[in-house]
T-cell receptor, first 115, second 112 residues
């Protein structure tokens, strides 16, 4: 069965520091991979996605993610965090015939940014 | 402006009542989805629809019902059979089943 693990429930970083949010998935083939961000009381906004090709993908708001097949990981990174990045971040796998065209979400990582 | 709208933003319901959450999209997407979100948990799929007049149960369909009479609309009814309906409900759509999903702003349902 497909699954997504986000090991860090909550992360706190200082403004201007670098950020890495971890995501591991369980699946037999290469899935489609996504990162979404959610502000309190809001819907989810797509940050970036990986379907195929270059394993380093660029997204909005200065975020990037790297797909590592050997580690079944798709970690999200940002070189310098801004206070407005404080939010909940969700990793998702799916969107392909291999996953029954369904999405599977991790439980999320809550990011706090301190000045 | 293209997008997904959900209404109302906040909804209060008495126990034993059915309530319907609205989801509309003008993106011309074929597929639509309903998720439930509880604190500290990820999103759980309630129902999804790949085409008009067709829909499938997700992981937690019990106590919920849907319809898909029009391509742009996918309302969700929370019935009195749903034992713990207080949650944040998110609607999403994608150009085709299995494509990137785009989300609406959500409806927070509270049972009094």
């Amino acid at each position: 069965a497909q699954s997504v693990t986000q090991p860090d429930i909550h992360i706190t970083v200082s403004e201007g520091a670098s950020l890495e949010l971890r995501c591991n998935y369980s699946y037999g083939a290469t899935p489609y991979l996504f990162w979404y961000v959610q502000s309190p009381g809001q819907g989810l906004q797509l940050l970036l996605k990986y379907f195929s090709g270059d394993t380093l993908v660029q997204g909005i708001k200065g975020f990037e993610a790297e797909f590592k097949r050997s580690q079944s990981s798709f970690n999200l990174r940002k070189p310098s965090v801004h206070w407005s990045d404080a939010a909940e971040y969700f990793c998702a796998v799916g969107g392909s015939e291999n996953t029954g065209n369904q999405f599977y979400f991790g439980t999320g990582t809550s990011l706090t940014v301190i000045p | 402006d293209g997008g997904i709208t959900q209404s109302p933003k906040y909804l209060f319901r008495k126990e034993g009542q059915n309530v319907t959450l609205s989801c509309e999209q003008n993106l011309n997407h074929d597929a639509m989805y309903w998720y439930r979100q509880d604190p500290g948990q990820g999103l759980r799929l309630i129902y999804y629809s790949q085409i008009v007049n067709d829909f499938q149960k997700g992981d937690i369909a019990e106590g919920y019902s849907v319809s898909r009479e029009k391509k742009e609309s996918f309302p969700l009814t929370v019935t009195s059979a749903q034992k713990n309906p207080t949650a944040f409900y998110l609607c999403a759509s994608s150009p085709r089943s299995g494509g990137t999903q785009y989300f609406g702003p959500g409806t927070r349902l509270t049972v009094l």
